[in-house]
Nanobody, 124 residues
Framework: QLQLVESGGGVVQPGESLRLSCAASGFTLDYYTIGWFRQAPGKEREGVSCISPSGAYTNYADSVKGRFTISRDNAKNTVYLQIRSLKPEDTAVYYC?????????????????WGQGTQVTVSS
């Protein structure tokens, strides 16, 4: 019923860019905070960015600040993560998640709905 689907991942070279998409169905995206997370093999899932329901407030992990941009198009029921200047350490499965709360969060436990992830691989 309530579903998030990520897309846009792939294999790219260092320095290139990707735009990830998170499409929601079964609920109104307008009233949900959306977070982007990533998980490398053998590592804990970490929050990289979040965006408030209106898009007025955003938050980024220090490791991605200046390279990652989160945005949303509520008319399309979609949230995006624009990634620039990709580095090998960005290699991970990227997940989007939704929480029915006004406030941004990058904590895994705060989010109720999760997508299944899209793979980003940065390699020469």
């Amino acid at each position: 019923q309530l579903q998030l689907v990520e897309s846009g991942g792939g294999v790219v070279q260092p320095g290139e860019s990707l735009r990830l998409s998170c499409a929601a169905s079964g609920f109104t995206l307008d009233y949900y905070t959306i977070g982007w997370f990533r998980q490398a093999p053998g590592k804990e899932r970490e929050g990289v960015s979040c965006i408030s329901p209106s898009g007025a407030y955003t938050n980024y992990a220090d490791s991605v600040k200046g390279r990652f941009t989160i945005s949303r198009d509520n008319a399309k029921n979609t949230v995006y993560l624009q990634i620039r200047s990709l580095k090998p350490e960005d290699t991970a499965v990227y997940y989007c998640a939704a929480r029915r709360n006004y406030y941004c969060s990058r904590y895994v436990g705060d989010f109720e709905y999760w997508g299944q992830g899209t793979q980003v691989t940065v390699s020469s």
